[in-house]
């Protein structure tokens, strides 16, 4: 296997097709296979449990995570149900306190209804999170940066935590990919990514993905990927390849976009306070300098003047589009707690009004400031 991230997110899985020599992994629009004989395949035979375009991503997914088993999903949100699987009813899991609000919708009003548990804590509080897991507690869910406040988990100390509490550790890898951050190395169980995202990068496509190198866990998810039947078709799994060829170079473009972004918003009168990474004032930085290799592509801000600010800048920009998601080549811009946080709204977890989230695109750095600067007049 090649050393670097670069030539892996272009080589492996990716061989040239053997029938034909393609050098790009083809789309295996099928959705069942000839056999030989009675019961007899060579690994495939019905797409809804193995596709050789999903096989290629699945394992050059696992590669650039530095994990031993990839497993891909239909969207973020499928593979986050077909994790939860894995626990049964009575069970409790630890959730950090600021998380995407589809997430929160999910295991508060609609798993809670099969008898599953879940304490949502500040995770930069290492004591309350060891004190918030419980005899029951089988699983701690992180993710850093978080959504929308930006904040920075340690994984290590938090994996250390489950490890004691024998539970597993899970890390929502969306916000900084497998390129700024690799949760594995540090001690989790498992990641995940809603592939949509940065892996994907055109906003084009929805997936999700799992990551894992504990055979045990792979194998328990491998027959619920089947059985539950949440995967993506071979199209999507080639259009997230393609994306992933190009992966490391858009991260750092993203990176060093947001960086000059965020050093710009902290100095404007218009802004209260920015959420960064990058950012010396932000409260982990020192974390995310040692766990992320760069500070990725999202900024979060809360805007001078409240909810009439935000709502007035964000739809006042022109190069960055008033919309949800993130992670694409072009610069999104949104107001969560009237968009993609609403889910959250009268929670613990609710967010300000004043809230302002950036994905910073990588197009020129000084367009994207200039825009901003016009919005926050």
Not at 293 to 320: N, Y
Request: charged content about 20%; some cysteine.
């Amino acid at each position: 296997m090649p050393d670097h991230f670069e030539t892996r997110s272009i080589h492996v899985g990716q061989e040239p097709d053997s029938a034909t020599g393609a050098v790009i992994v083809p789309i295996y629009q099928t959705s069942t296979y000839a056999q030989s004989d009675v019961g007899a395949h060579k690994g495939y035979d019905y797409s809804r449990t193995a596709n050789p375009t999903r096989t290629a991503l699945e394992v050059c997914l696992a590669s650039l995570e530095e994990g031993k088993h990839g497993l891909a999903f239909a969207s973020g949100m499928g593979a986050i149900t077909t994790l939860m699987f894995l626990l049964k009813k009575g069970d409790h899991v630890v959730v950090c306190d600021d998380v995407y609000g589809g997430t929160f919708r999910l295991f508060r009003r609609v798993l809670e209804d099969f008898g599953l548990e879940f304490t949502f804590v500040d995770m930069t509080n290492l004591d309350a999170t060891a004190r918030a897991a419980r005899a029951t507690t089988r699983m701690l869910w992180i993710e850093t940066p978080t959504n929308p406040l930006m904040k920075v988990v340690d994984i290590a100390a938090i994996a250390s935590i489950a490890k004691k509490a024998n539970a597993w550790t899970v890390v929502d890898n969306t916000f900084a990919s497998p390129y700024l951050q690799k949760p594995l190395t540090l001690g989790a169980d498992i990641v995940m990514h809603s592939t949509t995202k940065y892996i994907g990068g055109h906003s084009d496509v929805i997936g999700g993905a799992v990551i894992t190198s504990n055979p045990e866990i792979f194998e328990r998810l491998k027959f619920l990927e089947n059985a539950a039947g949440a995967v993506p078709g071979p199209f999507d799994c080639w259009l997230i390849l393609r994306g992933v060829k190009t992966l490391a170079l858009r991260m750092e473009r993203h990176s060093d976009n947001a960086q000059g972004i965020a050093q710009m918003l902290e100095q404007h009168p218009a802004v209260e306070r920015v959420f960064y990474p990058g950012l010396q004032s932000h409260p982990q930085y020192e974390i995310a300098r040692r766990q992320m290799c760069a500070s990725g592509g999202m900024i979060s801000f809360l805007a001078r003047g409240g909810a009439d600010a935000a709502r007035k800048i964000a739809r006042s920009t022109r190069l960055f589009t008033l919309g949800e998601s993130l992670g694409g080549v072009e610069s999104l811009i949104e107001v969560p707690a009237a968009m993609t946080h609403m889910s959250v709204a009268g929670s613990p977890l609710e967010v300000s009004p004043a809230l302002v989230r950036l994905s910073v695109g990588i197009e020129h750095p000084e367009d994207l400031i200039k825009d901003l600067m016009q919005a926050l007049e």
